[in-house]
């Protein structure tokens, strides 16, 4: 269900920018585009995990609790940083893999960046 939800966020979201031809990108080494990548990615799991803890939904006692339904329903208010990764991603590792890396790797870990940013958040 949250795989479904997110893919039509996906389609909402849309890439917001293609890749450059930037040389310098091209020179850079996988672990270089990573780290590059990774400011990006924070700041879209930030965003999303405010907005999940700033729901009234939200339940500090039982984070799994519709914890799947927060985070889609997150999604326009974080298009943003969402569309930033997504943009980066293209730009440093070529056109669509922005898009290939928000349905794949980055929603299956999602649910677990959003409980450890709003836990620590807690402490």
Same mark, same amino acid.
């Given at each position: 269900?949250?795989?479904?939800?997110?893919?039509?966020?996906?389609?909402?979201?849309?890439?917001?920018?293609?890749?450059?031809?930037?040389?310098?990108?091209?020179?850079?080494?996988?672990?270089?585009?990573?780290?590059?990548?990774?400011?990006? @990615?924070?700041?879209?799991? =930030?965003?999303?995990?405010?907005?999940?803890?700033?729901?009234?939904?939200?339940?500090? =006692?039982?984070?799994? @609790?519709?914890?799947? =339904?927060?985070?889609? =329903?997150?999604?326009?208010?974080?298009?943003?940083?969402?569309?930033?990764?997504?943009?980066?991603?293209?730009?440093?590792?070529?056109?669509?893999?922005?898009?290939?890396?928000?349905?794949?790797?980055?929603?299956?870990?999602?649910?677990?960046?959003?409980?450890?940013?709003?836990?620590?958040?807690?402490?």
């Amino acid at each position: 269900m949250l795989l479904l939800k997110l893919t039509t966020a996906t389609f909402i979201i849309g890439v917001a920018a293609g890749p450059t031809n930037e040389p310098s990108v091209a020179r850079l080494s996988l672990q270089q585009k990573n780290v590059a990548t990774q400011a990006y @990615v924070q700041r879209a799991n =930030d965003c999303i995990a405010r907005v999940v803890v700033a729901d009234p939904r939200f339940h500090r =006692d039982n984070l799994a @609790v519709n914890l799947g =339904d927060l985070i889609v =329903d997150s999604m326009p208010k974080c298009l943003g940083p969402v569309r930033a990764m997504i943009a980066a991603y293209d730009r440093y590792f070529g056109e669509g893999v922005g898009e290939e890396f928000f349905m794949g790797p980055y929603l299956d870990v999602l649910p677990s960046a959003v409980t450890k940013v709003t836990a620590e958040s807690m402490d």
